[in-house]
C-alpha cells in the first residue's frame, strides 16, 4: 500500500527536520520546501495527501499559498502552523480553506492528531465522490449478485424501503455483504449526495467508542490533546452505518437511543446539544432478539432500529447463486491480473456442495487466491485447498478451522509460487514481510 505523502513547508531547518523525522517515524513520506515558491513548484509535480505550512515563509506567505494551491487542488487538506500573535491570521486562512491550525510551540501528539484528523476526513470525501460516481450505474443494486428468490425479495424491500429516512437494520452472518446493502441504501436514499460514515462497532473498546461516535473536547479525557469531531457529527445530511451494532456496551446503548429519540447528542466533555441530522442503518451478526432475552441488548433501542429490517441469507441457503458469484469474481480478479482463469465444472460442483462458513466474503476470498496464484487456465478439483475435497468434510470443521486451513493452504501456495522468497509471497498475499514470518511460525510450516 503506498504510503501518505506529505508536504513541510517550513523555513527554519531546525523544525523542519525535527517535522520530517516525528513524520517519517509516523510512516508518512515527507517532502520538505524552506519557501513558499518551492513549496508551490513541488505541490504542482502532484501526489501530496495533506501539506503542513507555516504562515510566515519568505518569498510567499502561507495565506498566498494556501490561496494557490485551493486553486489547483481544491480537496488537499491544509494545516497551518502559527507562531503567537498569528492567530487571527490562522482563522482567516481557515475561512480560504485550511482544515485546521496549531499555535507554536506544541505538542508533536497534538499535531499528529490534527494530521489523522485531516486525512479521515480527506478519505471520507474521496470515498463519498466515488459512491456519486458509481450513481451513474442503472442502481447500486448492480453490485450485488444473486438471482435466487431470497435476494429477490432483498432487492424488492431496498427499493421501496431507501427513498426515505427510515432507520433500518440489516442482520445476516459475517460476510454476508451486509456493508454492500448499506452502500446500495444509501446510493439510492435522498442523502445520496450526502456522507455515508462507516463505523465498525465491535474494533474499538466501549472507551473510545463513544468518542468514535459522538466526538470529544480538548482536554475531556487523558488522551484528547484536541477537539475531535465524531462520526454522527462528520454524518450530517448523509447516512451513518452502525456495523456489529450487536457489540455495543450498554452506557453507549444508552446514548444511541437518546441520538435515536431526540436526534441530538453532546461531544463528550461538553455541555453543548448538537443536532444530528443523520439516517441510521445498523448491522447485527447475532439475533437480537435473543440479547434482549439475556439482558445484553436494550429492547427499545432495538425497536428503534429495526423499523425496516433486510435479513440476508447465508450462502449455504442460496447454493443456486454459487455460480453467478464464482463467475463475477472470476471476472473481476482476471481483469485485475490480466488473466483468463476458468473453472471445470468438477470444482464448481465441489463449490456448489461447500457449506461456506464464511460466506461471500469467504468465497470471494477464495477465488482471488486460486486467480492469483494458478499457473494454470483452469481451476480444477485438485487446485481446490483439501477441506473442499472432503466429502461433508463441512459438517465436522468448525468456521475457525476452516478459516485457518485455507488461510494456510494460500500461504503454502505463495510460498510455492515465489519459490520460496518470503518477501514475494508477501506482497502476493498482501501482508508484511513480518507478518508472513508470524503466520509461517503459527501454521508450523516447513
Not at 293 to 303: A, I
Given at each position: 500500500?503506498?504510503?501518505?505523502?506529505?508536504?513541510?513547508?517550513?523555513?527554519?531547518?531546525?523544525?523542519?527536520?525535527?517535522?520530517?523525522?516525528?513524520?517519517?517515524?509516523?510512516?508518512?513520506?515527507?517532502?520538505?520546501?524552506?519557501?513558499?515558491?518551492?513549496?508551490?513548484?513541488?505541490?504542482?509535480?502532484?501526489?501530496?495527501?495533506?501539506?503542513?505550512?507555516?504562515?510566515?515563509?519568505?518569498?510567499?506567505?502561507?495565506?498566498?499559498?494556501?490561496?494557490?494551491?485551493?486553486?489547483?487542488?481544491?480537496?488537499?487538506?491544509?494545516?497551518?502552523?502559527?507562531?503567537?500573535?498569528?492567530?487571527?491570521?490562522?482563522?482567516?486562512?481557515?475561512?480560504?480553506?485550511?482544515?485546521?491550525?496549531?499555535?507554536?510551540?506544541?505538542?508533536?501528539?497534538?499535531?499528529?492528531?490534527?494530521?489523522?484528523?485531516?486525512?479521515?476526513?480527506?478519505?471520507?470525501?474521496?470515498?463519498?465522490?466515488?459512491?456519486?460516481?458509481?450513481?451513474?450505474?442503472?442502481?447500486?443494486?448492480?453490485?450485488?449478485?444473486?438471482?435466487?428468490?431470497?435476494?429477490?425479495?432483498?432487492?424488492?424491500?431496498?427499493?421501496?424501503?431507501?427513498?426515505?429516512?427510515?432507520?433500518?437494520?440489516?442482520?445476516?452472518?459475517?460476510?454476508?455483504?451486509?456493508?454492500?446493502?448499506?452502500?446500495?441504501?444509501?446510493?439510492?436514499?435522498?442523502?445520496?449526495?450526502?456522507?455515508?460514515?462507516?463505523?465498525?462497532?465491535?474494533?474499538?473498546?466501549?472507551?473510545?467508542?463513544?468518542?468514535?461516535?459522538?466526538?470529544?473536547?480538548?482536554?475531556?479525557?487523558?488522551?484528547?490533546?484536541?477537539?475531535?469531531?465524531?462520526?454522527?457529527?462528520?454524518?450530517?445530511?448523509?447516512?451513518?452505518?452502525?456495523?456489529?451494532?450487536?457489540?455495543?456496551?450498554?452506557?453507549?446503548?444508552?446514548?444511541?437511543?437518546?441520538?435515536?429519540?431526540?436526534?441530538?447528542?453532546?461531544?463528550?466533555?461538553?455541555?453543548?446539544?448538537?443536532?444530528?441530522?443523520?439516517?441510521?442503518?445498523?448491522?447485527?451478526?447475532?439475533?437480537?432478539?435473543?440479547?434482549?432475552?439475556?439482558?445484553?441488548?436494550?429492547?427499545?433501542?432495538?425497536?428503534?432500529?429495526?423499523?425496516?429490517?433486510?435479513?440476508?441469507?447465508?450462502?449455504?441457503?442460496?447454493?443456486?447463486?454459487i455460480p453467478l458469484l464464482v463467475n463475477h469474481f472470476l471476472a473481476y480478479y482476471n481483469k485485475n491480473t490480466k488473466k483468463a482463469v476458468k473453472i471445470s465444472p468438477e470444482a464448481m460442483l465441489l463449490l456448489?456442495?461447500?457449506?461456506?462458513?464464511?460466506?461471500?466474503?469467504?468465497?470471494?476470498?477464495?477465488?482471488?487466491?486460486?486467480?492469483?496464484?494458478?499457473?494454470?487456465?483452469?481451476?480444477?478439483?485438485?487446485?481446490?485447498?483439501?477441506?473442499?475435497?472432503?466429502?461433508?468434510?463441512?459438517?465436522?470443521?468448525?468456521?475457525?478451522?476452516?478459516?485457518?486451513?485455507?488461510?494456510?493452504?494460500?500461504?503454502?501456495?505463495?510460498?510455492?509460487?515465489?519459490?520460496?522468497?518470503?518477501?514475494?509471497?508477501?506482497?502476493?498475499?498482501?501482508?508484511?514481510?513480518?507478518?508472513?514470518?508470524?503466520?509461517?511460525?503459527?501454521?508450523?510450516?516447513?
Amino acid at each position: 500500500m503506498p504510503k501518505i505523502k506529505l508536504l513541510v513547508v517550513e523555513d527554519d531547518d531546525l523544525m523542519l527536520n525535527m517535522l520530517r523525522d516525528n513524520l517519517t517515524r509516523e510512516g508518512y513520506e515527507v517532502t520538505g520546501a524552506t519557501d513558499g515558491l518551492q513549496a508551490l513548484a513541488k505541490f504542482k509535480e502532484g501526489g501530496f495527501d495533506l501539506v503542513l505550512m507555516d504562515i510566515k515563509l519568505p518569498k510567499m506567505d502561507g495565506v498566498t499559498l494556501l490561496k494557490r494551491i485551493k486553486n489547483t487542488v481544491s480537496d488537499v487538506p491544509c494545516i497551518m502552523m502559527t507562531a503567537y500573535g498569528t492567530v487571527e491570521t490562522a482563522v482567516s486562512a481557515m475561512k480560504l480553506g485550511a482544515f485546521d491550525y496549531i499555535g507554536k510551540p506544541f505538542l508533536f501528539e497534538e499535531l499528529s492528531q490534527i494530521i489523522k484528523n485531516a486525512l479521515e476526513l480527506s478519505s471520507l470525501r474521496k470515498e463519498n465522490l466515488l459512491l456519486k460516481e458509481r450513481l451513474g450505474e442503472r442502481n447500486s443494486l448492480n453490485n450485488i449478485v444473486g438471482k435466487n428468490p431470497l435476494m429477490q425479495k432483498i432487492y424488492k424491500t431496498i427499493e421501496i424501503a431507501s427513498p426515505g429516512n427510515t432507520t433500518i437494520m440489516i442482520e445476516g452472518e459475517s460476510g454476508t455483504g451486509k456493508e454492500l446493502i448499506a452502500d446500495a441504501i444509501h446510493a439510492l436514499s435522498e442523502r445520496k449526495f450526502g456522507p455515508l460514515v462507516k463505523v465498525n462497532c465491535s474494533a474499538l473498546p466501549e472507551t473510545l467508542l463513544e468518542s468514535e461516535l459522538f466526538g470529544h473536547e480538548k482536554g475531556a479525557f487523558s488522551d484528547a490533546v484536541k477537539m475531535r469531531i465524531g462520526r454522527f457529527e462528520l454524518a450530517n445530511k448523509g447516512t451513518i452505518f452502525l456495523d456489529d451494532i450487536d457489540d455495543l456496551s450498554p452506557a453507549v446503548q444508552v446514548k444511541l437511543l437518546r441520538v435515536l429519540q431526540e436526534r441530538e447528542f453532546e461531544r463528550v466533555g461538553s455541555s453543548e446539544t448538537l443536532k444530528a441530522d443523520v439516517r441510521v442503518i445498523s448491522a447485527t451478526k447475532t439475533d437480537l432478539k435473543k440479547k434482549i432475552l439475556e439482558g445484553t441488548f436494550r429492547e427499545d433501542l432495538y425497536y428503534r432500529l429495526n423499523v425496516v429490517l433486510v435479513k440476508l441469507p447465508a450462502l449455504r441457503e442460496r447454493p443456486s447463486d454459487i455460480p453467478l458469484l464464482v463467475n463475477h469474481f472470476l471476472a473481476y480478479y482476471n481483469k485485475n491480473t490480466k488473466k483468463a482463469v476458468k473453472i471445470s465444472p468438477e470444482a464448481m460442483l465441489l463449490l456448489i456442495k461447500y457449506a461456506w462458513p464464511g460466506n461471500v466474503r469467504e468465497l470471494e476470498n477464495l477465488i482471488e487466491s486460486m486467480v492469483c496464484l494458478s499457473e494454470k487456465e483452469t481451476i480444477t478439483p485438485d487446485l481446490l485447498p483439501e477441506h473442499f475435497r472432503k466429502k461433508d468434510a463441512w459438517k465436522a470443521v468448525s468456521l475457525k478451522k476452516a478459516l485457518r486451513e485455507t488461510e494456510k493452504e494460500h500461504i503454502i501456495r505463495a510460498l510455492e509460487h515465489s519459490a520460496g522468497v518470503k518477501k514475494k509471497a508477501a506482497e502476493i498475499l498482501g501482508i508484511t514481510p513480518k507478518t508472513l514470518w508470524e503466520k509461517i511460525k503459527d501454521f508450523d510450516i516447513e
